[in-house]
């Protein structure tokens, strides 16, 4: 009878049927092929890998390993693909109709220009706003640490997004929801105690009492939670002193005097996150190559999707392992240490004392001659930091975004220049100044000067010297008005456009595409935002018909000096990032390049 039916329904309907056939056919391989990958291995395993077994490297960003383990998983790939869209789908659909949709369809009614200017129509669209930006992090929220991040990255630039989804955005930086305190300590204890953990014996620390032996061997007390992100959770706790802790005071950058108690951050890495940053990136790779293929089937482009996104993929997932982050850390303690101490000798491989060029650097001694901090980063605690936890000393302070506008007004150009000082000199650039991780406090010498507190050194970007000197060279052309060497030299040596491209027809269009879309724009983001809008045409012609390339590391630099730009507009509506930038490049132009090569620097 059921075979009957089958058959009829066939002969009607055929393609159909097909069609059905079709899909459950490759909904069951699907499931085939998922049930029969590899598992997940953990690298850090003294275990072999074996066929039944793949392996992502902890250590470095692999895209191919990351590649293959989740190209074997079509259904996990389709399920999170689903998952995105469902969560971002509703928002963004009830967006367009409720934002844009549905004014546009009033104005044609006679009363809708009345209505429009009304104060009840204005609370409307206000709490319209309000209930989709609590929709829109609630949802980021759920997609788990990638799209957090999007959303701090958004939650500071009031020229991409109103003001109401500003300030609900700004909660993802320190308002994350977090994991139990069970599972943090229990990560804690496995971490402090690899003998009894998963790393030397395949069993967990998973009794209470050992968990709580473990953490009170190191610890006076055990840690309290005060904040909660995107890929761990932030505790507060005391260190026991130890027979180390003079020895490491005399080998620190500190120059305030330690006691032997230490309070301390310690970060916790989130459960999972491996498996779930990681199919994240591999989707978001993978659009690049979609991407590539089209605008090189399509265009004149170079395909730099990939490369650009890869780059971007690289620093994320290497913020998974904490060692690495412990590494930059002290990197940049030190590195900073040196340039904001002048009267310490610069390393002996460095023929020139750059640090002297440094303005903000001799305003770091006050009328009596002392030294004064406005810089801080944070000491590591090596020995009690791996892979999925970090300890570093804790600072007292509040979100720069947070602070008093005064205080952001006279904070702002140190923290441009201290950017600027690590993407044209130091060569490694902090990629991820939200919020969250920059900070106001004080110095430790005085008590009284404000200082920047610099955290968080997961996401770094490296910069080559040749890309430092070209960067340079382009800024100091780019806010001088030199456009032509800008094109025809500085663009090429950074990688935008292959050596041998004839720029004769291209420049007139970029002259006006950076002089209108840019520089005369100003400091008024929504000046800028319109004047790039306007050239829109002029802006699309020359990628599609010019060979366009980004490099790589351009995806952090971008980000971290935006982010940093979003945060300044905060405390100044004025702030404009060329002009902030434009002293230090000049110094460093001269300094880099020598007094006649730049020698009509007005």
């Keep these: ?248 005071s005399t080998t620190t950058n500190d120059s305030v005097p330690r006691t032997q108690k230490q309070h301390v951050a310690i970060k916790v890495q989130r459960p999972d996150m491996l498996e779930t940053v990681s199919l994240d990136l591999f989707l978001l790779v993978s659009y690049g190559k979609v991407v590539d293929f089209l605008c090189s089937f399509l265009t004149n482009q170079i395909p730099y999707h990939e490369t650009f996104l890869n780059g971007f993929a690289n620093g994320a997932f290497m913020e998974l392992n904490y060692v690495h982050e412990a590494e930059n850390q002290t990197y940049f303690r030190n590195e900073l240490h040196a340039r904001f101490h002048n009267n310490n000798k610069p390393p002996d491989d460095q023929k020139h004392n750059k640090y002297s060029i440094l303005p903000f650097l001799r305003s770091l001694r006050n009328n009596n001659g002392r030294n004064t901090e406005r810089v801080i980063v944070p000491r590591v605690y090596e020995q009690f930091t791996s892979r999925r936890v970090l300890v570093s000393e804790w600072i007292d302070g509040t979100p720069l975004a947070r602070a008093p506008k005064e205080q952001i007004r006279e904070l702002i150009p140190i923290g441009v220049e201290l950017f600027l000082c690590q993407l044209l000199d130091i060569g490694r650039f902090h990629a991820d100044p939200h919020p969250g991780n920059l900070y106001v406090t004080t110095s430790r010498i005085d008590g009284i000067t404000p200082a920047l507190c610099l955290l968080d050194f997961g996401l770094v970007a490296h910069v080559s010297e040749d890309a430092r000197n070209s960067m340079t060279r382009a800024i100091v052309n780019l806010l001088q008005g030199d456009y032509d060497t800008l094109i025809a030299h500085d663009a ?108 009509k620097i007005s």
């Design 1 to 248: 009878m059921i075979a009957q039916a089958l058959r009829r329904s066939v002969r009607r309907r055929p393609a159909s049927s097909i069609a059905a056939a079709a899909s459950v056919t490759a909904v069951g391989y699907a499931y085939h092929v998922e049930r029969n990958a590899p598992a997940l291995r953990d690298d850090s395993s003294p275990s072999p890998t074996t066929p039944t077994t793949t392996t992502i490297p902890r250590d470095r960003y692999d895209p191919d390993a990351i590649a293959r383990h989740w190209e074997s998983r079509p259904v996990s790939i389709a399920r999170r693909l689903l998952g995105v869209a469902g969560e971002l789908g509703p928002v963004a659909g009830e967006y367009l109709v409720e934002i844009q949709l549905r004014p546009r369809l009033r104005r044609g009614s006679s009363d809708a220009e009345d209505d429009a200017t009304t104060t009840e129509a204005k609370r409307k669209k206000l709490e319209l706003e309000r209930s989709l930006s609590q929709k829109l992090r609630a949802s980021l929220t759920r997609l788990g640490p990638t799209f957090v991040k999007i959303g701090q990255q958004l939650s500071i630039r009031p020229d991409l997004v109103s003001p109401v989804v500003l300030h609900e955005l700004q909660r993802l930086c320190d308002a994350v929801p977090p994991f139990e305190d069970e599972i943090a300590m229990k990560v804690l204890a496995e971490e402090l105690s690899p003998a009894t953990g998963d790393d030397a014996t395949g069993k967990s620390t998973s009794n209470a009492k050992e968990v709580r032996n473990a953490i009170l061997d190191v610890f006076e007390e055990v840690p309290q939670l005060v904040a909660s992100a995107s890929l761990g959770q932030v505790y507060k706790a005391t260190l026991r002193s130890t027979d180390d802790d003079d020895a490491d």
């Design 492 to 599: 090429k040596h950074l990688g935008f456009l292959p050596h041998d491209t004839d720029v004769t027809e291209l420049k007139p269009v970029l002259k006006t595409i950076l002089k209108e879309g840019l520089v005369e724009a100003g400091s008024n983001l929504h000046d800028r935002k319109r004047n790039l809008m306007a050239i829109s045409n002029e802006l699309n012609e020359v990628f599609f018909r010019y060979p366009f390339s980004v490099p790589p590391f351009f995806a952090l630099v971008t980000r971290g000096l935006g982010l940093l730009e979003g945060i300044a507009l905060t405390g100044d509506p004025s702030f404009d990032i060329f002009q902030a930038s434009y002293p230090y490049a000049k110094r460093r132009a001269i300094e880099t390049f020598s007094v006649k090569d730049y020698g």
